[in-house]
């Protein structure tokens, strides 16, 4: 079997650009299911596996702290799927009590204000879902 140097070139290319953009890759802007569709696609043409530790790895540290520590803390996640899951529950919950609590990002608030209010939103997370979730317990 003859393999062509110029699609040899491109795909290792395409490899190394994969690998490098799943470095960098962030959910951003509470959109988790564009975050995984991102981090599938790039972890398919990095050729990793998906339930590789250090592939895992890479995803739980693209998320938001607060919502991989909830993932972890609710339902102690160790495969992909299982990963992929949490996130989006999780993440569902919390845009949900946002919502009940009146809570949005507002673009045009002056800066101190946007840093008391994310600063608040990092604690309040874990309280929010450690209260939703013991009514279930």
């Not at 702290?65 to 949490?86: F, G, H, I, Y």
């Not at 609590?101 to 874990?126: A, F, M």
């Amino acid at each position: 079997m003859m393999v062509h140097f110029g699609n040899a070139f491109v795909d290792t290319m395409t490899q190394a650009k994969a690998q490098h953009e799943l470095g960098k890759l962030r959910m951003e802007g509470g959109h988790i299911n564009e975050y995984i569709a991102k981090f599938k696609q790039y972890i398919t043409m990095a050729g990793y596996g998906v339930d590789k530790p250090t592939v895992l790895e890479k995803f739980i540290k693209g998320l938001p702290n607060p919502l991989a520590r909830t993932c972890v803390e609710m339902d102690t996640p160790d495969m992909w799927q299982e990963w992929k899951d949490s996130s989006r529950k999780c993440q569902e919950v919390y845009l949900h009590w946002q919502q009940i609590l009146g809570i949005n990002d507002k673009k045009d608030q002056p800066l101190s204000k946007k840093k008391d209010l994310n600063k608040w939103r990092q604690v309040s997370w874990t309280r929010s879902f450690t209260r939703f979730f013991s009514y279930f317990a």
